[in-house]
């Protein structure tokens, strides 16, 4: 009888990436690098029919966190990365500042500005509730919005979330 040798491709293969569509603080380019370090930028897009609500607390920004919520006739700026699954391991880790199971992994087409639908994944909330947003959390998205080159409609838009 002769014995095939393991497969070890688990270990010889190269980390499998995924294509992540981030928004809000993730964007930012420092908060970015810590959570999923080996990303790729490819392009801007939008989710359609979603708007942005701050529907989970953050004890580290002592404000509302933004999320993703189904809104027909709305949009959502942002950019797909390529990211890891080590990044994704990572960026799931980091959504410890909230419960386990606050965020969860979700399927969405996005609109590239060439108008290219892509089924990409990206983080949404579980919502439990309506918070305000703090000023120096919109400040540290728009320095993302801004370093990916968003449209001037998403920045207005953030800056509109700033309280009064």
């Known amino acids: 009888m ?13 980390h499998r990436s995924m294509k992540f ?10 908060q970015l690098k810590r959570r999923a370090p080996e990303h790729k930028f490819l ?6 029919d979603h708007s942005v609500q701050f529907c989970r607390w953050s004890t ?8 993703v919520v189904p809104s027909p006739g709305e949009k959502v700026w942002g950019a ?20 386990q ?13 060439e108008g290219e639908k892509l089924l990409v994944t990206t983080h949404a909330a579980n919502p439990i509730g309506k918070f305000k947003p703090k000023e120096h959390y919109i400040d540290w998205v728009l320095k993302g919005l801004k370093q990916w080159k968003l449209p001037e409609e998403c920045i207005e838009q953030w800056k509109a979330y700033k309280p009064a």
């Open 43 to 48: 392009f801007t897009a939008y989710l359609p």
């Open 21 to 30: 569509f981030f928004y809000a603080d993730n964007l930012n380019p420092s």
């Open 80 to 99: 797909v990365f390529e990211i890891t699954d080590e990044d994704l391991k990572i960026l799931d880790e980091f959504e410890n500042d909230v419960p």
């Open 2 to 14: 002769v014995q095939v040798p393991v497969n070890r491709r688990d270990t010889l293969e190269p």
């Open 60 to 67: 580290q920004w002592r404000c509302g966190l933004a999320s």
């Open 101 to 113: 199971g606050a965020y969860r992994h979700l399927p969405v087409t996005v609109i590239t500005e």
